[in-house]
């Protein structure tokens, strides 16, 4: 609810009910803890998700931005007129453009994303800059089996659009049944995937413990939240920002740490933290190319041309489903 108010007791246990108080505490219950980094994007998550993309540190954005505006001439020719776009996630509509830009008449935009709310927002955007484009928001979790409109009458060949290496948020087997259904959905068609490459860990690091402390404000958002709808009682100085790149297993990893010996409640129960135990609250995997590309195939794609900038640190891969 809106109310800033305490909220009562059946409004707390409503909410402990809600997909976010289920996983926080099987969170909060198991050993090592770790929750799914899809609670960051609440409104406040999402508006500070949009500073991290601008900040000086965060190099992804902005390098796949200029990737994509170098690309998109050879991705338009390659995908045919009249494609259909399907974007997995309601991303940012400034990477989407750069591609209906280039394209030749495309017939319709799918974005495919869980919030209803944020998807209405990019929908009405999009229509309003592209009055002649038809956009079908698909309201669906695309981690799970997603079912598709048929293509429109005298549409082209589709094209999936996966940019921002959200695929890193994934496990290596939940990258795999990823792909696979996402070359299911776009057989004849291809998928433009963005992903991270790996590089010095110095540069890594930098990108998630930005000097501003944005990335810091993002990860103990997911606390602000618990607090708010959950009616939890984290203690926003007793717990810290850490992220670190785990090189064997080439993933950023973000944590809360418990900085003393404290207890959580969450719906009539307490949880201990040791000084020092953490939250796991993201994992973000790097990529070589050869790597993404082998994935692909083995997912069921032929990979075809990979573009990347000049310092590689970003990669943007075509991949014939
Ligand atoms: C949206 C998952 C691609 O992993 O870089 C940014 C999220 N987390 N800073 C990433 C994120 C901390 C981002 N992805």
């Known amino acids: 609810t809106e109310s800033t108010s305490t909220p009562t007791e059946t409004e707390t246990q409503a909410a402990a009910e809600s997909a976010f108080g289920v996983d926080l505490q ?13 609670y960051f994007y609440d409104d406040q998550g999402s508006r500070l998700f949009d500073a991290i993309c601008e900040l000086p540190e965060y190099y992804p954005t902005r390098t796949e931005l200029s990737i994509l505006a170098a690309c998109a ?3 338009a020719a390659r995908i045919g007129p009249r494609p259909e776009i399907v974007e997995f996630g309601a991303g940012s509509l400034r990477k989407v453009r750069l591609l209906l830009d280039a394209m030749q008449a495309p017939a319709r935009y799918l974005p495919i994303d869980i ?18 484009l038809e956009v079908q928001p698909v309201v669906a979790d695309y981690t799970q089996h997603v079912r598709l409109p048929a293509p429109l009458a005298g549409s082209g060949r589709r094209l999936g659009f996966f940019p921002g290496s959200t695929i890193g948020n994934f496990s290596p087997a939940e990258a795999l049944h990823f792909l696979q259904s996402a070359a299911g959905l776009l057989r004849g068609g291809a998928l433009l995937l963005g992903a991270d490459l790996i590089k010095q860990p110095d540069r890594l690091h930098a990108a998630y413990n930005d000097a501003q402390g944005v990335t810091a404000a993002f990860n103990l958002n997911l606390l602000v939240r618990a607090n708010r709808e959950l009616g939890c009682d984290f203690d926003l100085d007793a717990f810290a920002h850490s992220a670190f790149y785990n090189a064997p297993l080439r993933r950023i990893e973000m944590h809360l740490v418990s900085l003393c ?5 969450l719906a009539g129960q307490s949880y201990e933290f040791e000084e020092g135990e953490t939250l796991h609250t993201e994992n973000s995997y790097k990529f070589s190319i050869a790597g993404l ?27 014939e489903a």
Request: cysteine-free; hydrophobic content about 40%; aromatic content about 10%.
């Open 115 to 132: 919030s209803g709310d944020y998807l209405q927002h990019s929908v009405q955007a999009l229509r309003a800059a592209y009055p002649a």
């Open 293 to 319: 590309r082998e994935l692909a195939q083995r997912a069921g794609f032929r990979p075809g041309p990979v573009w990347t900038d000049p310092e590689r640190l970003f990669s943007v891969h075509w991949l």
């Open 26 to 38: 099987a969170a909060l219950a198991e050993r090592p803890r770790s929750m799914s980094p899809k």
């Open 261 to 265: 010996r404290q207890a959580v409640r």
């Open 73 to 75: 001439g050879e991705v």
